[in-house]
């Protein structure tokens, strides 16, 4: 499996599940309380929601970048600030759909092998408290890419259960129904 086959379609996959899921919350909720989720949090040390989804869109753009050795756009470091101060200005849902829907459309974009020669490639990742990490692109892709964009998605599930949004397991892999072999979902 390659780069791209591995990672496009997952952060493709998830990404829809996370509309999905902001899509329940806006459709249960009165449209007041649907926005105050973005402002909710686990815990008064972690990020509120509205953060929690612009970093699983920014884990799933930096990847496409780092992995052709291309340098960040500002435009993913403006989601990086927005992300990093969204406990002050957390944006609407309507902000955070259109957001997914941008990461979704840069997504379609990339060519079928975009991220491939990347496997090997240095990636070096600096976080802003001074720790450096270099490692290859798959290293990257395996221990970085993935977890982080994980993270912050199952953070922002969390988040709306916590808040009694009625979803469950179907709606986290909601891409499975395309593997359901035919006859074999329960009745009932």
Known sequence: ????????PTYTQMLRALSGWLDKAHKQL??????????A???PDMFPLSTQIRFACLQAREA????RGEPLP???????????????????????????AETLSALRELPANALDAGAQRTVT????????????????????????FYFHLTTAYAILRSRNIE????????H??????PGSAPQG
């Open 167 to 174: 979803l469950g397991k179907a709606d986290y892999v909601a």
């Open 125 to 148: 990742l600096a976080l802003p408290n001074g720790i450096i990490f270099d490692m290859t692109g798959a290293q990257y892709a395996r221990d970085w890419a993935l977890p982080q």
């Open 1 to 8: 499996m390659t780069l791209t086959d591995l990672l496009v």
């Open 64 to 67: 496409s970048f780092r992995l």
């Open 74 to 100: 500002e435009a993913l470091e403006q989601l990086s600030r927005e992300a990093s101060n969204a406990g002050e200005q957390p944006g609407s849902i309507a902000d955070a759909q259109a957001r997914i």
């Open 41 to 43: 949090r686990l815990a």
């Open 176 to 181: 499975m129904l395309g593997y359901l072999r």
């Open 30 to 39: 009165p449209k007041a309380e649907a926005e105050a989720l973005l402002s």
